[in-house]
């Protein structure tokens, strides 16, 4: 069993993070449990790529590989259970802002808060490359970066801008994964909240 010592530490975690997230003290316990059995300390980054690979059905390599950065507010390479809970909050509870701002990150490739014509044209390539059946996938990815930056550039700069992509979302929401799947389905989302927000809170 934990110690007393051990559970106020849980105790006065969880509250902390119920401040900071869309999720409860009792959730955020839950959380804990969940994390514990998937690492003992810090998600690496093959561990996490699996979790988002076998929990949240995602499968595009870069974008999994923007992802792990996202969550890793720190830049120190694993993620830690303050971080792992923080990203958790945005992909499943977020508000439309807090997706926004999540997906430019993923999307933004180099970190510079521009998605270029290049990012835009290698995040499309590679998600929609076997659903184009021309002879030269490229132009026809080219021509979309075309129409995504007539839709998405206000300022007119052959880029976007975090404001001209918050702008986008806020008038045609469906834009929020215009490069590509970085957020979980609703019926993925709901069936992973079932597994905490049931869970009977107790500790080893």
């Given at each position: 069993?934990?110690?007393?010592?051990?559970k106020?530490?849980?105790?006065?975690?969880?509250?902390?993070?119920?401040?900071?997230?869309?999720?409860?003290?009792?959730?955020?316990e839950?959380?804990m449990?969940?994390?514990?059995?998937?690492?003992?300390?810090?998600?690496?980054?093959?561990?996490?790529?699996e979790?988002?690979?076998?929990?949240?059905?995602?499968?595009?390599?870069?974008?999994?590989?923007?992802?792990?950065r996202?969550?890793d507010a720190?830049?120190?390479?694993?993620?830690?259970?303050?971080?792992?809970?923080?990203g958790?909050?945005?992909?499943l509870?977020?508000?439309?802002?807090e997706k926004?701002?999540?997906?430019?990150?993923?999307?933004?490739?180099?970190?510079?808060?521009?998605?270029?014509?290049e990012?835009?044209?290698?995040?499309?390539?590679?998600?929609m490359?076997?659903?184009?059946?021309?002879?030269?996938?490229?132009?026809?990815?080219?021509?979309?970066?075309d129409?995504t930056l007539?839709?998405?550039?206000y300022?007119?700069?052959?880029?976007l801008?975090a404001?001209?992509?918050?702008r986008?979302?806020?008038e045609?929401?469906?834009l929020?994964e215009?490069?590509?799947?970085?957020?979980?389905?609703?019926?993925?989302?709901?069936?992973?909240?079932?597994t905490f927000?049931?869970?009977?809170?107790?500790f080893?």
């Open positions: 069993m934990a110690t007393t010592s051990a106020k530490q849980v105790a006065k975690l969880a509250k902390n993070l119920a401040s900071k997230t869309h999720f409860t003290k009792q959730e955020i839950a959380l449990i969940n994390f514990k059995k998937m690492t003992t300390s810090k998600l690496e980054r093959t561990t996490f790529r979790v988002l690979y076998n929990t949240f059905e995602m499968t595009d390599d870069i974008l999994m590989d923007r992802i792990f996202t969550f720190d830049s120190d390479g694993i993620i830690d259970f303050e971080e792992w809970v923080t958790l909050s945005i992909i509870r977020g508000t439309l802002d926004t701002d999540f997906c430019f990150k993923v999307y933004d490739l180099t970190g510079d808060r521009n998605i270029t014509r990012e835009m044209f290698h995040l499309l390539k590679n998600t490359v076997r659903q184009l059946a021309e002879e030269d996938p490229d132009e026809g990815i080219k021509d979309l970066v129409l007539k839709k998405m550039d300022d007119h700069d052959g880029r801008s404001n001209d992509f918050r986008s979302v806020q045609e929401p469906l929020l215009a490069f590509g799947p970085c957020l979980p389905d609703d019926k993925v989302r709901e069936a992973f909240l079932a927000t049931q869970t009977k809170i107790g080893i």
